[in-house]
């Protein structure tokens, strides 16, 4: 079984009028903004040490 997201685009690509290329853009935008977000959140400084030591 696939994740859902990922098992809609090869059937967005089948049923849709839009063409596949432009398809695979849009994924491949969506993935790099996903990965620069990740990047930044990442690079962030921590609010508190963990673990947490007690007292």
């Excluded at 090869?10 to 977000?37: E, Y």
């Excluded at 962030?44 to 040490?49: C, E, G, K, L």
């Amino acid at each position: 079984m696939s994740h859902p997201p990922a098992g809609a685009v090869p059937v967005l690509i089948m049923v849709s009028a839009a063409d596949p290329f432009q398809l695979a853009g849009v994924v491949f935008a969506a993935s790099a903004a996903l990965v620069a977000l990740a990047s930044l959140c990442h690079r962030r400084p921590p609010r508190h040490d963990d673990p947490r030591r007690p007292g």
